[in-house]
């Protein structure tokens, strides 16, 4: 079984810089990708970033592109996502997630790739 635990999150100003950590345990973890989703109060879940295991490819959502930037440890089973410039519209629980499917990259941007999940960490942003 794969865990995932989220770690990072906090109350920053707008403008801030965070790091939001996603560390993996499991007997055996070899993830194919990894994604960060986040959830604002009042609206649906939505695809942050992703990055492949092999190879470290890494996909972002349109709204994050240059700010948010996905890495990953292998020794460390940890995913990062490092966030720039925050925003007020930042704010929201921010998921990580992982999948063991090979999926094409369009997949990647949709919770329903992914079937592990953590249980979040909630950044809020004050201007």
């Known amino acids: 079984q794969v865990q995932l635990v989220e770690s990072g999150g906090g109350l920053v100003q707008a403008g801030d810089s965070l790091r939001l950590s996603c560390a993996a345990s499991g007997r055996t973890f070899s993830p194919y990708a990894m994604g960060w989703f986040r959830q604002a109060p009042g609206k649906e879940r939505e695809f942050v970033a992703a990055i492949r295991w092999s190879g470290s490819t890494t996909y972002y959502a349109d709204a994050v592109k240059g700010r948010f930037t996905i890495s990953r440890d292998d020794a460390k089973n940890t995913v990062y996502v490092q966030i720039s410039s925050l925003k007020s519209e930042d704010t929201a629980d921010y998921y990580c997630?992982?999948?063991?499917?090979?999926?094409?990259?369009?997949?990647?941007?949709?919770?329903?790739?992914?079937?592990?999940w953590g249980q979040g960490t909630q950044v809020t942003v004050s201007s």
């Open positions: 997630a992982a999948t063991r499917s090979q999926w094409r990259a369009s997949v990647l941007y949709t919770a329903h790739a992914y079937e592990y």
